[in-house]
Structures are given as structure tokens and as C-alpha cells.
């Protein structure tokens, strides 16, 4: 792997996204108008204190690997990446340099939600707010490594998205959202450990109800060892065309 590379790739995902609207759109704004009508459904009540921390985690993983697998699935179609893999560029500067690009996105759809939830909504959280939005940019990374991964599996962008509800929403399901883990049939729990959502949206949930960093470490670091997971496995799989 080459630094220089691997930032001139991040640098060029970077110029296409930044000349493309509707991506930046679907990165930033729909989140915010999601938790804006959320807010307004249930305004006079707890329920954004008590789940817009998990809103803030779930938008990222979920926008961000819908726009990785599609992006990188468009590169390949359009024959990018066979021409970037004839030069002496590696597919860790590839994978690496789009991570970047894309968490570069993450860290700033993480600050502009919270910020739009915390200044503009008015969610409070009893946690550390920065611990949230640490675990939101690991979320959007996450999803980034993810989605990388998921691409090497489709040949059409309606494959890509295919992909997401075959890989995000057996996640939901098993995280917890709906019935706590504990009271789970005892194949789902265990099989729900194995999710990398379980544990984010497990810190995001303690931090709800006022953890710190301290208490929520050991989710965090599971989280970070699923992004470097995936994105080897991105790397491992990063075909040069869809044929």
C-alpha cells in the first residue's frame, strides 16, 4: 500500500461525490427530515431522548452502505477500477482510499444529524454526547466496510441494493430493537453477537440512559474490529469489472 495513492483515491471519490446532489442529499438531508417527522409525531414526549441515539447510529450504517456498494459497483461497471488495477495501484489503496472518502462523509452526516437533533430538535442525551457521536461515525464506517464488501457480490446497482436488506435487516431484527436479547430464543442470541449492529446500537442504548465512554468500550471495540473485518474481506474480494 502507498499513503499517496490511497489519498489520491479518497481525494477522487471525494470530487465525484462533491459534484453529485442527490447523494449529498440522500448523506445529510434525508436523515435529518426521517428524525425531524419523528420529532413531530411524538413531540411533548420522551421518545426522541430515549431512541433518537439510536436513529443517529442506524441512519449512517444504513445510508452509508446503500451509497458504498452502489458507488464502488458503478466504478467497476464503468470500468474505473480495471483501469485503476492495470496501474501500480494495490486493492488495499482502493478499499483503504474509498473508507476514507466515505468516512470522511460519515463524520460529517454525524455532526450535522446530532447537531440538527441536539440544537434544532432539542434531543437531550444523558450520556457523554460526543461518545454518540463517536459510535455514529463507527456506525457510518461500518457501513462503509460493508458495503465494500456486499459490492463484490452484485453485478447490477439493483444487486447492490438488494443487498441491503439481506444484510442490514436480519441485523435489526437480532440487535434488540424490538425485543431484548436476553429474552430472545436462545439461537437468535447467540446468532445476534455475531451481528455488528447488536453492539452498536448496544452502546448507543447505554449511552441513552447516560453510560460513558468507559462503560460502552467493549462495544465500541467490538464495532472497530467488524469495520477492520470488512474491510479486509473488501479487500479480499475487490473484483476489476462485474464480468
Do not use: K, N
Amino acid at each position: 500500500m502507498s499513503p499517496r495513492l490511497t489519498l489520491a483515491t479518497a481525494e477522487r471519490v471525494l470530487r465525484q461525490v462533491r459534484h453529485d446532489p442527490r447523494t449529498i442529499g440522500l448523506l445529510v438531508g434525508l436523515p435529518c427530515l426521517v428524525l425531524w417527522l419523528i420529532a413531530w409525531m411524538f413531540e411533548g414526549t420522551p421518545v426522541l431522548d430515549q431512541f433518537g441515539p439510536l436513529l443517529l447510529g442506524l441512519f449512517p450504517l444504513v445510508v452509508m452502505f446503500l451509497v458504498t456498494s452502489v458507488a464502488t459497483l458503478r466504478e467497476r461497471q464503468s470500468g474505473t477500477l480495471e483501469r485503476l488495477m492495470t496501474l501500480p495501484v494495490g486493492r488495499g489503496d482502493i478499499v483503504i482510499g474509498y473508507a476514507l472518502a466515505f468516512g470522511a462523509l460519515a463524520v460529517l452526516q454525524a455532526l450535522v444529524l446530532t447537531g440538527f437533533a441536539v440544537l434544532v430538535l432539542g434531543m437531550e442525551v444523558a450520556g457523554a454526547l460526543w461518545v454518540v457521536v463517536l459510535v455514529a461515525v463507527l456506525d457510518g464506517l461500518l457501513g462503509t466496510a460493508l458495503g465494500l464488501a456486499a459490492s463484490a457480490a452484485a453485478r447490477t446497482e439493483f444487486q447492490a441494493v438488494q443487498m441491503m436488506p439481506l444484510i442490514i435487516f436480519p441485523q435489526l431484527v437480532t440487535a434488540g430493537l424490538m425485543m431484548p436479547r436476553d429474552q430472545m430464543p436462545t439461537v437468535l442470541e447467540v446468532i445476534s453477537r455475531a451481528m455488528p449492529l447488536t453492539y452498536g446500537l448496544e452502546a448507543l442504548q447505554d449511552l441513552a440512559a447516560g453510560a460513558g465512554l468507559h462503560d460502552v468500550r467493549g462495544a465500541v471495540t467490538a464495532v472497530a474490529l467488524f469495520i477492520v473485518g470488512a474491510l479486509m474481506l473488501g479487500t479480499a474480494t475487490l473484483r476489476r469489472s462485474t464480468r
